[in-house]
């Protein structure tokens, strides 16, 4: 059973940095595909940016290219999400989750979700 746990959301303030982490357990980390979404209140989810299993495509939503940017590490089971210069409109829960396929952007292509981290931008 495959398992994903977030850390590293906050409150930090507008042009701040933060980093989100993401472990996987249960199975094979570098079987999946990686990515990262977030979700406000009454919003559907959106895609923020995804990495394959060798971590040698990236992609990204319009919204953040430029300011975030997703890693792994295979052999510490970990993706991060590394946010720079945030923005007020950044303020999400952000979820990490893992699909077989590789490269994929819709919620729908995704088979495991971890339990989200809140990240607060405040002005």
């Known amino acids: 059973q495959v398992q994903l746990v977030e850390s590293g959301g906050g409150l930090v303030q507008a042009g701040g940095s933060l980093t989100l982490s993401c472990v996987l357990s249960g199975r094979p980390f570098s079987s999946y595909g990686m990515g990262w979404f977030r979700q406000t209140p009454g919003k559907e989810r959106e895609f923020v940016a995804n990495?394959?299993?060798?971590?040698?495509?990236?992609a990204y939503a319009d919204s953040v290219k430029g300011r975030f940017t997703i890693s792994r590490d295979n052999a510490r089971n970990t993706v991060l999400l590394q946010m720079n210069s945030l923005k007020l409109e950044d303020t999400a829960v952000y979820y990490c989750?893992?699909?077989?396929?590789?490269?994929?952007?819709?919620?729908?292509?995704?088979?495991?979700w971890g339990q989200g981290t809140q990240v607060t931008v405040s002005s």
């Open positions: 990495i394959s299993w060798s971590g040698g495509s990236k």
């Open positions: 989750a893992a699909a077989r396929r590789t490269n994929a952007i819709g919620t729908y292509e995704y088979d495991y």
